[in-house]
């Protein structure tokens, strides 16, 4: 069965302080893996799209990694307004259907 | 400009009742999502309409019913509510139909009592 597991639930971070998100998956053709962010009271905003193992993209302090089980979202020396729950989703085969894992709250303190 | 926007944004009402959700996105996209997201955070996809075409239907009770009148609307009628459908529901777009970079209205919040 498809399915996307990420650790920890949940995280607390001094500011300045570096950590990373895990994301494993078990998907038959991975198609897509996404991060998406999701601020309490509102809907996901999308971050990235990972394609293939050994992919990075990055976005201010943010990093995503794929490898072929599993996605890291490295914060580097992130701010109290990176506080918020980073979902991680695959795209299922036949590509219709996107699968979100649980996220990981993540709170970073000044 | 708000890119996804949903009608009610809070709805209460008691078992048995009859409600409907409004969806409308003004991107251009051709794809339309319905999520339900429910107290531990699982985002799970119920329905997905291309070009007025249903193309994802979960399993999800025949009670809701989707309706999609042209490619910028998506609504949800949920018939008898049941206190487990207690629920935030999102509605969300993207340009295609394999369902890449999606984007999320800011959901309604249902609570059944």
């Known amino acids: 069965e498809d399915q996307v597991t990420q650790s920890p639930e949940a995280l607390r971070l001094q500011e300045g302080e570096s950590s990373s998100l895990n994301c494993s998956y078990t998907?038959?053709?991975?198609?897509?893996l996404f991060w998406y962010r999701q601020d309490p009271g509102k809907g996901p905003e999308f971050l990235f799209t990972?394609?293939?193992a050994g992919e990075e993209k990055e976005k201010e302090r943010l990093k995503a990694t794929l490898t072929k089980k599993e996605s890291f979202l490295h914060i580097t020396a992130p701010k109290p307004e990176d506080s918020a729950t980073y979902l991680c989703?695959?795209?299922?085969?036949?590509?219709?259907?996107?699968?979100f894992g649980a996220g990981t709250r993540l709170f970073v303190k000044a | 400009d708000t890119a996804v926007s949903q009608t009610p944004k809070y709805l209460v009402t008691q078992m048995g009742n009859d409600k409907s959700i409004k969806c409308e996105q003004n991107?251009?996209?051709?794809?339309m999502y319905w999520y339900k997201q429910d107290s531990k955070k699982f985002l799970k996809i119920m329905f997905s309409?291309?070009?007025?075409?249903?193309?994802i239907n979960e399993t999800v009770p025949n009670r809701f019913s989707p309706k999609s009148p042209d490619k910028a609307h998506l609504n949800l009628h949920i018939n008898s509510l049941e206190l487990g459908d207690s629920a935030v529901y999102f509605c969300?777009?993207?340009?295609?139909?394999?369902?890449?970079?999606?984007?999320f209205g800011p959901g309604t919040r249902l609570t059944v009592t």
């Open positions: 969300a777009s993207s340009q295609g139909r394999t369902a890449y970079e999606q984007y």
């Open positions: 990972l394609y293939s």
């Open positions: 989703a695959v795209q299922a085969p036949g590509g219709f259907k996107t699968i």
């Open positions: 998907v038959s053709g991975l198609r897509g």
């Open positions: 991107l251009g996209h051709d794809t």
């Open positions: 309409y291309n070009n007025k075409e249903l193309i």
